[in-house]
């Protein structure tokens, strides 16, 4: 089945620095991989995803980028600002059999004024 | 969009006794409805999953079990809780194709 691997599994930036996220997948047949955000005893939430028919996508100061070969895929954000901490998830799907959404382990992502 | 609905949001329970989350969803029909655990500074832990009533697949070995008896209705259960059960308990709901998943705002379970 699938796995998921996620790292770091914290990243500390000072404000206006880039974050980087990286995961990789197992199952080749994935082909959706959405990034979720999830606050602090809140719910994890979208805030970008991408198709495996696309290498990168864009959205503001938020970026993924999609490398099927290597099976790998990233999470950059630019202008990092104090309300981007949270803890930030990347996961996998493949659009076969059941419709397993497998989850990577967490990046704690802080960022300091 | 999709409304998830699960509950309770907090419960506390002595070791041995049954437990029932529940959860449900508005807003579409035919929904692949998901649980996930989600330990303290962990990640989130897929238990089970259900592409439609009474369809119900099981991704680890353990005291938890998973019913779906309405198609958008998903209950957690378990008849004997052990201490290791704690966490944050998360319904999800998501259209097929790959759509977003919606969560629930979640249930923090304490064993005790």
């Known amino acids: 089945g699938e796995n998921v691997e996620q790292h770091p599994s914290t990243l500390s930036v000072q404000e206006g620095d880039s974050a980087v996220i990286k995961c990789t997948y197992s199952?080749?047949?994935?082909?959706?991989f959405p990034w979720y955000k999830q606050e602090l005893g809140k719910r994890p939430q979208l805030i970008i995803d991408?198709?495996?028919?696309?290498g990168e996508k864009k959205d503001q100061r938020i970026a993924v980028t999609l490398n099927k070969t290597a099976k790998h895929f990233s999470l950059h954000i630019t202008e990092t600002q104090p309300e981007d901490s949270a803890v930030y998830f990347c996961?996998?799907?493949?659009?076969?059999?059941?419709?397993?959404?497998?989850f990577g382990t967490g990046t704690r992502l802080l960022v300091s004024p | 969009s999709q409304t998830i609905h699960q509950w309770p949001a907090t419960l506390v329970q002595p070791v041995g006794s049954p437990l029932s989350l529940e959860c449900t969803v508005e807003?579409?029909?035919?929904?692949?409805l998901y649980w996930y655990r989600q330990a303290a500074g962990r990640g989130l832990q897929l238990l089970f999953y259900?592409?439609?009533?009474?369809?119900i697949s099981s991704e680890v070995p353990q005291n938890l079990s998973a019913s779906r008896p309405q198609d958008r209705q998903f209950i957690l259960s378990s008849k004997k809780l052990l201490l290791s059960d704690s966490g944050f308990y998360l319904c999800?709901?998501?259209?097929?194709?790959?759509?977003?998943?919606?969560f629930g705002q979640g249930t923090r379970l304490t064993v005790v």
């Open positions: 996961a996998a799907k493949a659009n076969t059999g059941f419709q397993k959404l497998v």
């Open positions: 807003g579409t029909s035919n929904p692949n």
């Open positions: 991408i198709r495996s028919n696309v």
């Open positions: 199952d080749s047949a994935s082909n959706y």
């Open positions: 999800a709901s998501r259209t097929g194709g790959g759509t977003e998943a919606f």
């Open positions: 259900s592409v439609g009533i009474g369809q």
